[in-house]
């Protein structure tokens, strides 16, 4: 989730990809290149401070990683956090980057990007095994700010109270069609 509390004078438009969409355009246009991203792992990396203090987070993943029908399920992808290839076979790399150049390709098309500035008190909530979210540059004039607030859900929290749910409306629908 991303709650705008104060947004800049000049740009800071927020763009997002639905990157599941971008994952079945590559299979179309280039297999080779799909086939790559869901097979070769890559690190990743965010490191910075927030109200907690400081952190240091690595990861390593596939770029579209499938589930057990072979269908997208996740997109991992930073450019600015991704760690350099090192942990691949030599052979591998040119490759590698020749299949994320194609990806990226396909994440800046146009017809693939939307476009939109948060006004003060929007609040973009998005899921970010799916969507990809960056933002363009920004100016303030002197003494004004911008700022964003993040924050995240943990699937597994999410996807407990979704079952737990269903389980209460499921109860629901039972007992309503025994009084009928």
């Excluded at 000049?10 to 299979?27: M, T, Y």
């Excluded at 990809?132 to 995240?152: A, M, Q, V």
Aim: proline share 1%.
């Amino acid at each position: 989730m991303l709650h705008c509390l104060q947004q800049s004078d000049q740009g800071g438009e927020n763009i997002i990809v639905d990157g599941f969409k971008v994952a079945n355009d590559l299979r179309e246009t280039s297999p080779d290149s799909y086939d790559i991203l869901t097979k070769q792992v890559l690190e990743f990396y965010d490191r910075g401070t927030d109200s907690l203090g400081e952190f240091f987070n690595i990861s390593r993943n596939h770029v579209i990683r499938l589930n057990e029908k072979n269908e997208v399920a996740q997109i991992t992808f930073t450019e600015h956090g991704r760690s350099a290839i090192a942990r691949m076979h030599a052979d591998d790399v040119i490759n590698t980057y020749k299949a994320l150049m194609a990806f990226i390709d396909l994440l800046y098309a146009q017809e693939n990007v939307f476009e939109y500035k948060m006004e003060n008190g929007d609040i973009l909530i998005m899921d970010n095994y799916r969507v990809l979210h960056g933002r363009k540059g920004f100016t303030n004039r002197p003494g004004s700010i911008r700022h964003l607030e993040g924050g995240y859900l943990d699937w597994d929290t999410v996807s407990s109270k979704i079952r737990i749910l269903k389980k209460k409306l499921d109860a629901m629908e039972q007992y309503s069609s025994l009084s009928n």
